[in-house]
């Protein structure tokens, strides 16, 4: 099912069931070369998997995940029609997809999960308001057997997000960097967890963007996205410097685009 490479120049393809497809990883170096010429000054979002997996975890039936699932998904849909409307360029580590394929029991059940729980207290609902004789007349339909499931709708959205994407694989010296990374404490790494796939992401990440202003010499900042503040809440400084701007939400990834929108609209004569 799915195929490691060996050679750091080749490619890699990662298949991921939930979504029915296969992916192809390229290095970091032809991602970069790819995108140069075309990038005209548009914004890049990297992603980290839980900005990903967020839009499909359950919701516990409580009121304040299920409005941060909603801002997630608004967010991410917002996201996937500026990428399709060429505005902005995605681009998503190769250890990204393979923790996706590690963790697509959330894609597979967490929505279906959400949306049952809803259901069956919306049928509750309806009960007691007929205890009471209470005039209704609306009924709930069983979301997830109607033809526009929300599990099939929210694997489609993440099936096109990859799909628009420039998908980049690490080479060694990614991983040595990482390691060092680990060893040295350096968020994301931390005592007492296992940190090293989330130091490859990182370090991915800003291998290309080095790779990438050596071909360009200006481009805007590129945005990392991930909800692990515990990760990266106190690590925005950091990021910064290593030329990243840091979004701890989908929702914050949006205001950050309208904000640069908005002022290369001011700067238009």
Partial sequence: MHKRTVDDTSEEIIHLESLGGEYTV?????????????????????????????IARDSNNNETEWKRKAANI????????????????????????????????????????????????LSHALEILEIL??????????????GESPTRKVKDNI???????TLI????????????????????????KQSMKDCVIIET????????????????EPIFISSDTDDYGESEDQLSQDGLKYAKSLKGAV??????????SNMRP
């Fill in 26 to 54: 390229t290095p970091i170096s032809n991602g970069a070369k790819q995108l140069a010429p075309d990038l005209d000054n548009r914004s890049i979002l990297f992603f980290d998997t839980c900005a990903i997996l967020d």
């Fill in 74 to 121: 608004k967010a991410f849909q917002e996201i996937i029609s500026q990428s399709l409307n060429n505005k902005i360029v995605i681009v998503i580590a190769a250890q990204v997809l393979r923790e996706i394929r590690d963790h697509e029991d959330i894609i597979e059940t967490g929505t279906r999960s959400s949306f049952t729980k809803l259901q069956e207290g």
């Fill in 133 to 146: 004789g209470i005039k209704h007349d609306k009924s709930f339909e069983n979301f997830e057997k109607t």
């Fill in 159 to 165: 099936s096109i997000l990859l799909n628009k994407s």
């Fill in 169 to 192: 694989r690490e080479d060694c010296s990614i991983v040595y960097a990482a390691w060092e990374r680990v060893q040295a404490g350096i968020k994301p790494a931390a005592k007492n």
């Fill in 205 to 220: 990440y800003l291998e290309f963007n080095c790779q990438l202003k050596g071909l360009i010499k200006q481009f805007p």
């Fill in 255 to 264: 205001s950050l685009l309208s904000q640069r929108q908005a002022q290369r």
